[in-house]
C-alpha cells in the first residue's frame, strides 16, 4: 500500500508540469496577436481637412481680388493739376480690382504729369484708393515751356498758375542746378534791398548776368560771387539806392569797386 501511494505522489507533479507548459503557451500565442490599426483614417481626414482649407482660402482669395474700387480720394495742394485729370488716370490699372491694383505702377504714371512731383498710393479698405501728391514748386522759367523746381531739375509745361511772376533763368545745357542755387544766393542778399530778381543768364564762359525787376543789369563774372553781392549791397545802400531808376547797368568785374552806367549817360562812372 505504501509503494502505490508513493507511485501516485510522484506522478502528480509532472501532470503539474504540464499543465503550466499547456498554459504558458496560449498565453504567449494570445500576447502576439496584435489589433487591428486605423492610422490611415486619420491621415485621411487631416488631408481633407487641409484640403476643405485650402479651397476655402481660394474662394476667399478670389471673392477679395474681384472687389472694385468704388472711390479714389486725392489728397494734397493741387494748383495746376487737375483732380478729375488723375481720377481718369488711374482708372485703366484698376480694371482687375480692388488687390489687383498695381500700386507702383500707378505711382509711377502719376510722377509722369508734369506737374506733380511726388505721388504715393495705397490701399484704403475696404474699396477706396488714396493718391497723395505734390505738385512741383516752380522756382524759375527755363526757355519757352520750361520750369526749373527747387531742386533745379527742368519739367515742361504750357500751363502755370503765374508764370510770369517767375524769373527768367538761361544757360547751358546741364547748367540748371547750378544756376538755380546761385539764383537763390542772389535772391537772398537782396531782397533786404527791396531788389527782386527779374533774369540771371550764365553763357558759355561762365559770365554771370542778372536782370533787377525795375531794368537795372548787374555783371557778376564767374567768381566770387558773394563778395561782389556784398559790395554791391554796400554801394548801393551810401551811394546808389537815391539813383535807382537812372541806373541802367553796373559791372560788378572789377578788383575794387564798381562801374556803374546811368540810362541819361552814355558814358561808364568809376566809383
Known amino acids: 500500500m505504501l509503494k502505490l501511494r508513493a507511485l501516485r505522489n510522484t506522478k502528480k507533479p509532472t501532470r503539474s508540469k504540464r499543465k503550466s507548459g499547456n498554459g504558458a503557451t496560449r498565453k504567449t500565442a494570445v500576447e502576439k496577436k496584435q489589433p487591428r490599426s486605423f492610422a490611415w483614417v486619420n491621415r485621411l481626414l487631416i488631408l481633407l481637412g487641409v484640403g476643405v482649407v485650402l479651397m476655402a482660402l481660394v474662394k ?70 488714396e493718391i497723395h501728391v505734390v505738385e512741383q514748386l516752380p522756382i524759375a522759367r527755363w526757355g519757352e515751356d520750361g520750369f526749373l523746381n527747387h531742386e533745379g531739375e527742368v519739367f515742361h509745361s504750357t500751363r502755370a498758375t503765374d508764370p510770369n511772376s517767375l524769373p527768367m533763368l538761361t544757360g547751358p545745357l546741364g547748367s540748371e542746378q547750378r544756376l538755380i542755387a546761385k539764383y537763390q544766393v542772389i535772391s537772398e542778399m537782396l531782397h533786404p534791398e527791396g531788389l527782386t530778381v527779374d533774369a540771371l543768364a550764365v553763357d558759355d564762359r561762365g559770365q554771370l548776368r542778372t536782370t533787377l525787376v525795375g531794368g537795372i543789369a548787374i555783371d557778376l563774372g564767374d567768381e566770387k560771387l558773394i563778395e561782389r553781392l556784398e559790395r554791391f549791397v554796400s554801394l548801393y545802400r551810401v551811394g546808389l539806392v537815391q539813383r535807382k531808376a537812372d541806373i541802367r547797368r553796373v559791372d560788378m568785374r572789377y578788383a575794387s569797386g564798381i562801374a556803374v552806367a546811368f540810362n541819361e549817360l552814355p558814358e561808364v562812372a568809376g566809383l
Open 60 to 129: 476667399a482669395a478670389v471673392v477679395l481680388h474681384a472687389i472694385p474700387v468704388e472711390r479714389i480720394v486725392v489728397m494734397g495742394k493741387l494748383e495746376n493739376t487737375q483732380t478729375v485729370a488723375l481720377q481718369d488716370m488711374v482708372q485703366p490699372a484698376l480694371v482687375g480690382g480692388f488687390l489687383s491694383a498695381d500700386l507702383q505702377r500707378i505711382q509711377a504714371q502719376l510722377e509722369s504729369l508734369p506737374w506733380v512731383y511726388e505721388a504715393s498710393v495705397r490701399r484704403q479698405w475696404p474699396s477706396a484708393l
